[in-house]
Structures are given as C-alpha cells and as structure tokens.
Nanobody
Framework: QVQLVESGGGLVQAGESLRLSCTASGGIFSNYAVGWFRQAPGAAREFLSV????????SYADSVKGRFTISRDNAKNAVYLQMNSLKPEDTAAYYC?????????????????????WGQGTQVTVSS
C-alpha cells in the first residue's frame, strides 16, 4: 500500500508559480497512476490532473489546462505539479492521490472515489 506526502505549497502573488511535489513510499510506485486534486473551503474536491504509471499520458481539467503541468520521476518515487500564472481562485488545499493500475498505462477518470490512496494535502494561497 502506498503512502503519499505533498509538499511545496505556500503563499504567492497572482501571476507567480509554484511546484508541488508528491512523494510516495511503500508499494511499487511505478504501478500507480497519480492525480492532483484541490479543495477550497466550502467547496467539493476538484480534479486537476492525472498521469499514468509510466508518465506517457496525462489529462487536465479545463480550469488548469495550459497553466499546470504534471510530471513524474519514478526513480524518485515522485510526481510533480508545476503551476504557472497562479490566480487567487487557485487558493485551496492541494492533494495528490493514487490508484494501482498494475501493468496497464491507463488514465483514470476525474472522480474522487476512483483513487483509494490520498496524501494529507498542502495549502496554496494566491494573493491578488
């Protein structure tokens, strides 16, 4: 079973960038597709992006397409979310989540329930 820890959040001004990291331990990391979600106060958890186990395929929510980039380094058991041109509405707690896809490089969907493993989250605050 994989354990996930997010890092890299913080307070930035609008237009600036941040890179979030999701570091995994336990399990065979290269078997897991990993997604990023966020949750603002009072709002539902929102899908942002997901990357396949081998890093070949990814998908993005329309709200972040063109601004956020997901990547992974299986040698470091890590997945990253590069966030550019940040806006105040990007303020939220950011979570990474994983699902074991075995040997298949499939792209999981955006539903929260599809991901059984979650980190504790890292806060991103964007000031105007």
């Amino acid at each position: 079973q994989v354990q996930l820890v997010e890092s890299g959040g913080g307070l930035v001004q609008a237009g600036e960038s941040l890179r979030l990291s999701c570091t995994a331990s336990g399990g065979i990391f290269s078997n897991y597709a990993v997604g990023w979600f966020r949750q603002a106060p009072g709002a539902a958890r929102e899908f942002l992006s997901v990357i396949t186990r081998d890093g070949r395929y990814s998908s993005y929510a329309d709200s972040v397409k063109g601004r956020f980039t997901i990547s992974r380094d299986n040698a470091k058991n890590a997945v990253y979310l590069q966030m550019n041109s940040l806006k105040p509405e990007d303020t939220a707690a950011y979570y990474c989540a994983a699902v074991d896809t075995g040997a298949r490089a499939i792209v999981p969907g955006p539903q929260v329930h599809q991901y059984p493993y979650w980190g504790q989250g890292t806060q991103v605050t964007v000031s105007s």
